[in-house]
């Protein structure tokens, strides 16, 4: 498995190692002790969500405060998503910033983003099917969200038109707005 560390501190993106021959293809898609290895996460995960969207369908930056926040292990197992991470840890140096990376059925990447992130991605193909391990279960009560194109953010969406968000997200306040202590 190659992991690739990115420039926000604590935001990963693991390849596996795919084996291929004439019958198709095999590849370990999790590992706990190379995941603990690599991002010295101690914790457990508790949830897994799978979401299938249409080509455009924008969803997030989504997150969830304390003590409930959420790390999260995504990958796209059909299509192809471009999934985005924002800095929302207080007294980060890096709070604000955010980081976009390419998931697809064909590369297998996944991507480690772990509490103190909002998240959201944007669906590129439709029939795009999501996956993502959870840290803590969804807790109604502590969910949030912050506006998917807040300019203060600046988020580089590779957008084909406009996105098909829900009226939340569409409603979402911007971060100097949010509550994102973390």
Do not use: C
Not at 83 to 102: L, N, Y
Request: aromatic share 12%; net charge negative; proline share 5%.
């Amino acid at each position: 498995m190659n992991v690739q560390k990115l420039d926000i501190d604590g935001l990963m993106v693991f390849e596996p190692r795919v084996f291929t021959d004439e019958r198709g293809a095999f590849f370990e898609s999790f590992n706990e002790a190379k995941f603990r290895e690599a991002t010295r996460f101690s914790g457990s995960f508790v949830q897994d969500n799978h979401s299938i969207s249409h080509k455009g369908v924008l969803r997030g930056l989504h997150y969830q405060l304390p003590p409930h926040a959420q790390g999260k292990l995504v990958r796209v197992v059909a299509g192809a998503a471009f999934d985005v991470a924002v800095d929302i840890r207080e007294g980060s140096p890096t709070f604000g910033k955010w980081a976009g990376v390419e998931l697809s059925a064909a590369n297998r990447k996944q991507f480690w983003i772990p509490a103190g992130f909002a998240h959201g991605f944007l669906a590129l193909e439709d029939g795009t099917e999501f996956l993502y391990k959870t840290t803590d279960f969804w807790h109604a009560a502590s969910e949030r969200s912050i506006r998917w194109d807040d300019p203060e953010i600046g988020v580089q969406w590779p957008l084909e038109g406009a996105p098909v968000v829900s009226g939340k997200d569409a409603e979402a306040p911007g971060i100097s707005s949010s509550k994102v202590a973390m």
